[in-house]
């Protein structure tokens, strides 16, 4: 498969589960993204990974953990959610991080997760 | 930090008509600026993108233009047709900052 896939593409949990979300990229990318889609507001930029390495971390909960064991996976871990974490998480990837001016963004389908 | 904000929030529009959809930015270091569509269920995907350097740029049917002065882009759909009936989002980034910011987006219908 071609592109950014994310597994699952639905997930239901109570908020003492733990749970991950999965990203893979097959787009030979060096950078990768978490962005959290709500309802009608703007995609909020979780954490930004650049060759494996965190760049950016935007003031996320700790009950979201990720993590980038190499340049074409990236996981969200999930723990202890609220229901107001409840959205579409979108991974996404690109070839250099934004901030480097190579500015196009690969999404993938995203993971609509619900905490109950 | 950038703030985008985008306007309308809904359009709807007749399939032949045009459509048009505003940002404005307030960070002046923004100097890369693009347009994504989501369609219902899927993932967005790049439609089009100014740089600060140009004022226009034209793709087919989708252009994009640019005020660096007055700090606002817009996007124009001409000669629209029900398949661009989707969700469009503006985003302005810079040099230097990984953190693209995005407008709220516009769910735009195209009536047959």
């Known amino acids: 498969e071609t592109g950014v896939t994310q597994t699952p593409r639905h997930l239901v949990m109570g908020m003492t589960n733990k749970k991950s979300l999965k990203c893979e990229q097959h787009?030979?990318?060096?950078?990768m993204y978490w962005y959290k889609q709500s309802a009608k507001k703007p995609l909020e930029l979780m954490f930004v990974?650049?060759?494996?390495?965190?760049?950016e971390n935007n003031s996320v909960p700790s009950r979201f953990s990720p993590e980038c064991p190499n340049s074409s996976h990236l996981f969200l871990h999930l723990h202890t959610l609220q229901p107001e974490d409840s959205a579409l998480y979108l991974c996404?990837?690109?070839?250099?991080?934004?901030?480097?001016?190579?500015?196009?963004?690969?999404f993938g389908e995203g993971s609509r997760l619900t905490v109950l | 930090g950038e703030n985008v904000e985008q306007h309308p929030s809904t359009l709807s529009v007749q399939e032949g008509d045009s459509a048009v959809i505003k940002c404005t930015y307030s960070d002046s270091a923004s100097n890369y600026f693009p347009w994504y569509k989501q369609e219902l269920g899927k993932r967005p995907q790049l439609i089009i993108d100014?740089?600060?350097?140009?004022g226009e740029k034209k793709d087919q049917r989708i252009a994009v233009t640019l005020n660096k002065t007055a700090k606002h882009f817009s996007l124009h759909i001409t000669e629209t047709q029900p398949e661009d009936s989707a969700v469009y989002f503006c985003?302005?980034?810079?040099?230097?900052?990984?953190?693209?910011?995005f407008g709220a987006g516009t769910r735009l219908t195209v009536k047959p």
């Open positions: 985003a302005a980034s810079s040099y230097n900052n990984n953190d693209m910011r």
């Open positions: 990974y650049s060759l494996e390495e965190r760049v």
């Open positions: 996404a990837s690109s070839r250099m991080p934004t901030g480097a001016g190579d500015g196009e963004l690969f």
């Open positions: 787009l030979g990318h060096n950078a």
């Open positions: 100014i740089r600060s350097n140009v």
